[in-house]
């Protein structure tokens, strides 16, 4: 099995958007791992906004869908019209997540860590 250590992060600023303590942790450990600068964590919507406004650039995110009841989605918006990839972790079925969505990746909770930013950086 692959980790976040056998790529190449180096330079990498990855957005962390997760309201559950440990599972913030342990996705910041697995981008740091692979050599990524972890961006946050952050566990509300309106602070992931505000990095994105004034936090300097991004180059991936991982984004937790349900963030104490508020959902993630105008972080996502943000992120895409800007082309930064992404991938969401939840708890939630699919259905929760809207169809312009669909071709993000979704792990389900819990999620490998290793595995999230693994298939977040194929993907960018």
């Known amino acids: 099995m692959l980790t976040a ?11 962390i958007v997760e ?7 342990a996705l910041t450990t697995a ?11 952050v566990a509300s919507v ?3 906004l505000n990095v994105l406004e004034g936090g300097g650039p ?5 984004l937790d869908v349900n963030l104490a009841g508020d959902k993630v989605f105008p ?3 943000a992120l895409r019209r800007h082309g ?4 969401f972790v939840t708890g939630y079925d699919d259905w929760i997540i809207p169809q312009e969505y669909d071709d993000v990746p ?8 290793d595995n999230v930013v693994r298939l977040l950086f194929e993907r960018s």
């Open 5 to 15: 250590s056998a790529f190449e992060l180096s330079g990498q600023r990855v957005l």
């Open 19 to 25: 309201d559950e303590y440990f599972a913030a942790e």
């Open 31 to 41: 981008v740091r791992a692979g050599g990524g600068e972890v961006v946050g964590p």
């Open 46 to 48: 309106d602070d992931a």
């Open 58 to 62: 991004v180059d991936a995110a991982i």
């Open 75 to 77: 972080v996502a918006h």
């Open 84 to 87: 930064v990839p992404i991938v």
């Open 106 to 113: 979704v792990f389900r909770k819990p999620a490998d860590p």
